[in-house]
């Protein structure tokens, strides 16, 4: 008699999933081989007429200053896609570390660290980036420790919960009596127990990072002129909305399919990590 076999085949059968892996792959590309395309240079002033709309020699025209619209957006997209990614990144190993601690520790802990969560949590988003900036200053840094403050407390939240149904396992127990470290205890047997839930809540931060990053570069708070991000894109061409609309048009759609992309994503990495998505193969 043949045995069953659980063969978990990534995104198997979600065509979704699978889409937005190759939309997301898509778009790194873009930005990182944006320099040897030719669609010209992001930072060429004067390289078409001022306000060209889109034709053959600029597929999305041109910005108020002659410059190819798509080149900056593929310029925007990497730069987008590079804070929001490294933001949330260092808000998934310190929301992953403390949120295991707090689970882990209970009692006073456990209560301070969720009560610091809860505070942060209670920001809105929004009004939490200005802060950021009002005390660091416009820019990159800031941008990225907005996005931090913002993504930590949802990461702290979903770990802890994580590692709650964790932490009285045999294994664990085991662990303990054996005299297991600490650390030990922390990483070998909580970390990889609660891995997919992070990779699960690291790729929906990235998505929420993006329209951070967005919104701040929007408000004049984020990317500073002459780097470009989707958001700064918006903010310079909605000064020309009503006779230049491609340069809201081209940035809003290309933010819109990377914020959707990640969401698909986040949503197939959920049903691979989830145990009941798992189904015998005869």
């Known amino acids: 008699m043949a045995r069953a076999r659980f063969i978990r085949l990534p995104f198997r059968g979600d065509v979704l999933s699978r889409a937005a892996v190759v939309a ?18 992001p930072e060429a002033i004067g390289a078409g007429p001022r306000l060209n709309g889109p034709d053959g020699a600029f597929p999305l025209g041109t910005d108020n200053l002659g410059r190819p619209v798509l080149a900056r957006i593929f310029e925007g997209i990497l730069l987008t896609f590079i804070l929001s990614t490294v933001a949330v990144l260092i808000a998934s190993v310190v929301g992953a570390i403390v949120g295991m601690v707090a689970a882990y520790l209970h009692r006073t802990a456990d209560e301070v660290i969720s009560r610091f969560a809860d505070v942060l949590f209670s920001f809105p988003p929004v009004l939490l980036g200005l802060l950021v900036t009002a005390i660091l200053d416009p820019g ?14 949802s990461m702290i939240r979903v770990v802890r919960a994580a590692t709650l149904d964790v932490v009285g396992r045999d294994f664990v127990i085991i662990a303990e009596i054996a005299g297991a470290s600490f650390g030990r205890r922390l ?17 929906y931060s990235i998505s929420l990072g993006m329209l951070i990053e967005s919104a701040l570069s929007f408000l004049g708070l984020g990317v500073q002129p002459p780097s470009a991000s989707l958001g700064s894109l918006l903010r310079e061409g909605a000064i020309y909305l009503d006779i230049a609309p491609w340069l809201v048009f081209g940035p809003g759609a290309f933010l819109a399919i990377a914020i959707l992309s990640v969401n698909l994503l986040g949503d197939g990495l959920r049903s691979v990590v989830d145990p009941l998505e798992a189904r015998p193969l005869h």
């Open 24 to 41: 997301v792959i898509a778009l790194l590309l873009a930005g990182l081989l944006a320099p040897v395309l030719p669609i010209g240079d």
């Open 187 to 203: 990483f070998l047997h909580l970390l990889p127990n609660v891995a997919g839930v992070i990779a699960v809540q690291t790729a």
């Open 140 to 153: 990159i840094h800031s941008t990225i420790a907005a996005i931090v403050l913002i993504t930590l407390p």
